[in-house]
């Protein structure tokens, strides 16, 4: 395994949500919901060092959209199949299709924040996933977020409608799912309240109690199964068609330039 070391950033908060993400894949498995999640190793060693496992092969949205024009056109040239729909390896695409799923409920309902395409990343093997969690359980320093990111270029990288239907289906089934464990996952986070974890003991304008009700206040638990289906359809349509990412989008990107 190849590490980073990183000084001078604060980890704790990141390695909870890895371990959060560690306990949604095992409750998700444990369902028969394979979702290719990649919750990759973290290690805080002190309050502003620690160790970041290095995903190799992994590249930001960002990049691979600048250097292949599209998500579709990345997968051709890293999984190409001649006669498969698309030209790609169809295992490729439904690690895309399953991963991209499952993030997309747990980044919703750990609120996770500041969400640009140079902290979501794609590997040629189709897993999707999320890095940098410096806003969590609804902080976010960008107004007006999306539920959790999803662009056209994320959902035409599936292929086309049937994909994203596929795509809607696993994600009502894992907010389900999840939904189930609301208490499991409310506990920890009360067992969580003295680590000092930024976002939620030292939030700026709630008490810890009032960040967790928060993220229980996410599972919907006022919603039968069919209900929250429905829910969920509906926070993919807004998250779809949201505007305000796309235009702070092309603010980040001329920052990033400018530095």
Not at 228 to 240: K, Q
Request: hydrophobic content about 40%; charged content about 20%.
């Amino acid at each position: 395994m190849q590490v980073i070391f990183k000084s001078g950033d604060d980890l704790r908060q990141d390695q909870l949500i890895i371990c959060l993400t560690r306990l949604f894949d095992k409750l998700l498995q444990a369902e028969g919901l394979d979702l290719s999640l990649l919750p990759y190793s973290i290690l805080a060693t002190s309050p502003d060092t620690g160790l970041v496992e290095f995903v190799k092969g992994s590249a930001p949205i960002s990049a691979v959209l600048a250097e292949y024009g599209s998500i579709l056109a990345f997968f051709q040239k890293k999984a190409p199949s001649v006669g498969e729909p698309y030209s790609v390896d169809p295992n490729v695409l439904n690690t895309y299709i399953r991963s991209c799923a499952g993030y997309c409920v747990i980044t919703y309902i750990l609120g996770i924040g500041d969400r640009h395409l140079d902290n979501i990343m794609l590997l040629g093997g189709g897993q999707f996933f999320h890095i940098d969690f410096g806003f969590i359980f609804g902080r976010d320093p960008k107004p007006l977020p999306p539920a959790f990111r999803l662009t056209q270029s994320m959902v035409d990288g599936m292929g086309g409608d049937k994909e994203f239907t596929q795509f809607k289906s696993l994600c009502c089934q894992t907010y389900n799912c999840l939904r189930r464990s609301a208490p499991l996952v409310t506990s920890l986070l009360n067992l969580s309240k003295e680590a000092n974890i930024p976002d939620l003991s030292n939030h700026p304008t709630l008490e810890p109690d009032e960040v967790i009700n928060k993220v229980e206040e996410k599972f919907r638990l006022d919603l039968n199964d069919e209900q929250a289906e429905h829910f969920f359809l509906s926070l993919i349509n807004d998250s779809v068609s949201a505007l305000a990412p796309r235009v702070l989008e092309v603010f980040h990107q001329i920052a990033v330039a400018r530095r």
